[in-house]
C-alpha cells in the first residue's frame, strides 16, 4: 500500500459537490435471515458497478492504482457467495482471482510486481486461502487456490530479513520504496495469519513454525506487546526496531488477532492463544467500537476528521470478516463478537441513505449518510452485514480433512526468485533519488487519471 494524498483531495472535491439526501433506508432485520441477504445483495451490487474488469479493454481483479484493493473486493464476493449462496458474481471472482495470480502463482504478477509492498501481495494470499477455505471449486485450468495462498507463503518467507532487527517483513518488497526501511504490524501480521490458516488447512506444522516465529518475533519489536496487548503500526530498521510508530488501526489488531483465533483451534485449545485471542479483542473492542459513539466500530483515527484515505476505509470491512470467522473458530468469543457486529451492521444500515438508491456512508455511528460514496464503503458495509450471517450459516472455514479439496502444493511460487533477500542489493543514494523521481511520475499520472475519470464521470 502507498500513501494516497491526491485521492484524498478528489474525494474532497467531489464531497463538496454532494447533494444530501436521506429516504430508502436499507431495512435490516437481523434477526432475520432473508433480510440481512437483502442488504448484502444491495451494497454488493452498488460495489460492482465500481468493477469493470469483466468488461472489453478492462483486466479482470486490476484497479491500476490500488492493486491489493481487487483481492478486498474478491474476498467480499467470496462471502457473498458464502452466506447468501447468490452465485451472480461467482464467474467474475474466479476469472480475477486467477488472472492476477501472475506466472508463477503467487500473485506478483509483472504489471504490478515492480511497486508491490509485502502487505499488497499478502492481501491476494488471504483471498485466495479464503477462496479454497469456503470451498469454491479450484478452476479447471489455471492455480488451485490453495498452491496460491502456497505460493504467496513461499515468497514472502524468503524475504524475512535478518540484517536488521534480528527478523521480521519488511513493509515493502524493493529497496527504491518508500517504506522500505520500516517493519510494520499488517506485513508480519498478515503473514502470521496466512501462516496459520495454511497451518490448520494443510495440518502441515512447516506453517504453524512460522506463525509462532513471526509471532515471537513481532512480540521482541515494539509493534506488540503481550502484557497491554497493544498492537503499534510500524517500527524502523535504521534504529534495528527500537522505536514504534503507534498510529491506532484497526487491522493491525484484527489480522493478529484472526491469525491466534486459527491457532488456538489448529492447537485444539492451547490457552497460550485463548489469552491472545481474549487479549486482541479486548483492545479491539475497547478501541475502535468506543461506547461514547454506541459501541459502533469506527476507525478512530481518521472517521472523526473525515481523513480516511481508501485503504483505511476499508480496514472496518476486513476486521469484522475477521472478528465474524474468530467467533467460530474459538466458540468461548462467540457472543461478545456477536453483539458487537450486530449493533455496528444495525447502525450501518441506517448510513446506507444516501442518493435515494442506497449509497452507503463511512461513519456508522452517525446512523445516517454522511455524503461519503466509493466502492470501499460499499465493501466495508457488506461485509458487516455478511459478518451477522454466523448466526444461520455457522459453517467453519474447512481443512484438507473436513471436505477442503483444494490442491496443495507446497513448493508453489518457488520458480519466482524475483524478490529474495539474496538477490536485493542495498540501497543506494542513487537508488533513492530514482526512486523518488518514479513517484514523482506515478503520482502525477495518477492524478491526471483520476481527473480524467472524475471529469468522465
Ligand atoms: C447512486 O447514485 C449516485 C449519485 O447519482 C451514483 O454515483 C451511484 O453510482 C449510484 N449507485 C448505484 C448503485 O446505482
Ligand atoms: C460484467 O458483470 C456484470 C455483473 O456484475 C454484468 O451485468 C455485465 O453484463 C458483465 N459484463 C460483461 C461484458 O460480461
Ligand atoms: C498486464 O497488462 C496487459 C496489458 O494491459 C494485460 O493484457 C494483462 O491482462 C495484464 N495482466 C494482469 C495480470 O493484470
Ligand atoms: C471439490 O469440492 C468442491 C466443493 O465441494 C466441488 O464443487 C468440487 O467438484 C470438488 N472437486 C473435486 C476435484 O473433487
Ligand atoms: C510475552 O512475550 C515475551 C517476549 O517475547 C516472552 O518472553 C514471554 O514468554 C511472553 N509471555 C507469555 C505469557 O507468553
Ligand atoms: C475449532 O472450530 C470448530 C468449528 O467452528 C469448533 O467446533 C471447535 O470447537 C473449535 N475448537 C476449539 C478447541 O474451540
Ligand atoms: C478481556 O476482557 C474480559 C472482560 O472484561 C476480561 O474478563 C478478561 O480478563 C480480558 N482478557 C484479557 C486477556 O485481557
Ligand atoms: C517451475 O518451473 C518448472 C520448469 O519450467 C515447471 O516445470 C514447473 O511447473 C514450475 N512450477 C510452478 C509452480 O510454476
Not at 524475512?160 to 522500505?180: A, H, K, L, T, V
Not at 503507534?246 to 484472526?258: A, E, P
Not at 474459538?330 to 457486529?341: C, E, H, Q
Request: proline letters at 3%; a negative charge.
Amino acid at each position: 500500500m502507498r500513501f494516497l494524498g491526491p485521492w484524498i483531495l478528489l474525494k474532497g472535491l467531489l464531497l463538496s459537490s454532494i447533494i444530501y439526501s436521506s429516504v430508502n433506508a436499507i431495512d435490516l432485520d437481523l434477526s432475520d435471515e432473508q433480510s440481512i441477504k437483502n442488504a448484502a445483495s444491495t451494497t454488493i451490487y452498488a460495489m460492482m458497478t465500481y468493477y469493470k474488469g469483466n468488461e472489453t479493454g478492462h483486466i479482470p481483479g486490476a484497479f491500476a492504482s490500488k492493486w491489493w484493493e481487487g483481492s478486498a473486493l474478491l474476498m467480499a464476493l467470496l462471502q457473498y457467495w458464502h452466506f447468501t449462496g447468490d452465485t451472480t458474481y461467482n464467474d467474475e471472482l474466479r476469472v480475477a482471482l486467477e488472472w492476477q495470480s501472475g506466472d508463477d502463482g503467487d500473485y506478483m504478477p509483472a504489471n504490478y510486481s515492480s511497486y508491490l509492498g509485502n502487505d499488497d501481495q499478502m492481501f491476494w494470499g488471504l483471498a485466495a486461502m479464503m477462496a479454497a477455505e469456503l470451498q469454491f471449486a479450484d478452476s479447471s485450468t489455471g492455480f488451485s487456490w490453495l498452491s496460491l495462498a502456497q505460493g504467496v507463503f513461499n515468497t514472502q518467507v524468503n524475504r524475512w530479513d535478518m540484517n536488521s532487527c534480528d527478523g521480521g517483513m519488511r513493509w515493502q518488497i524493493w529497496p527504491y520504496e518508500s517504506g522500505y526501511t520500516m517493519k510494520n504490524s499488517i506485513s508480519n501480521g498478515g503473514l502470521f495469519q496466512l501462516s496459520a490458516r495454511l497451518a490448520r488447512y494443510t495440518g502441515s506444522d512447516t506453517y504453524s513454525k512460522w506463525a509462532e516465529k513471526i509471532w515471537d518475533w513481532t512480540l521482541t519489536t515494539p509493534l506488540m506487546s503481550n502484557s497491554t496487548w497493544n498492537v503499534a503500526d510500524s517500527t524502523n530498521t535504521d534504529n534495528d526496531c527500537a522505536t514504534q510508530g503507534n498510529t491506532q488501526w484497526s487491522y493491525n489488531y484484527g489480522t493478529f488477532l484472526m491469525g491466534a483465533a486459527y491457532m488456538y483451534n489448529y492447537t485444539n485449545g492451547s490457552p497460550v492463544w485463548l489469552t491472545a485471542v481474549n487479549g486482541l479483542m479486548n483492545q479491539t473492542f475497547d478501541h475502535f467500537f468506543p461506547e461514547s459513539n454506541g459501541g459502533i466500530f469506527e476507525e478512530v483515527v481518521c472517521e472523526p476528521s473525515e481523513v480516511c484515505n481508501d485503504n483505511e476505509i476499508l480496514f472496518k470491512g476486513l476486521v469484522s470478516s475477521w472478528l465474524a470467522f474468530t467467533a467460530l473458530l474459538v466458540p468461548s468469543t462467540y457472543d461478545t463478537i456477536l453483539a458487537k457486529l450486530q449493533t455496528s451492521a444495525t447502525a450501518a444500515a441506517l448510513s446506507c441513505t444516501g442518493h435515494n438508491n442506497n449509497t452507503c456512508g463511512i461513519r456508522w455511528y452517525k446512523s445516517e449518510y454522511d455524503g461519503w460514496i466509493g466502492m470501499e464503503e460499499e465493501i466495508s458495509a457488506s461485509n458487516i452485514f455478511l459478518a451477522n450471517m454466523i448466526p444461520y450459516v455457522s459453517k467453519s472455514p474447512v481443512t484438507s480433512s473436513t471436505g477442503g479439496n483444494s490442491t496443495s502444493n507446497p513448493t508453489a511460487g518457488e520458480n519466482d526468485t524475483s524478490s529474495d533477500t539474496t538477490s536485493t542489493t542495498t540501497i543506494t543514494t542513487g537508488d533513492r533519488a530514482g526512486a523518488g523521481i518514479l513517484t514523482a511520475i506515478f503520482i502525477a499520472a495518477w492524478v491526471a487519471l483520476m481527473g480524467w475519470t472524475v471529469m468522465g464521470g
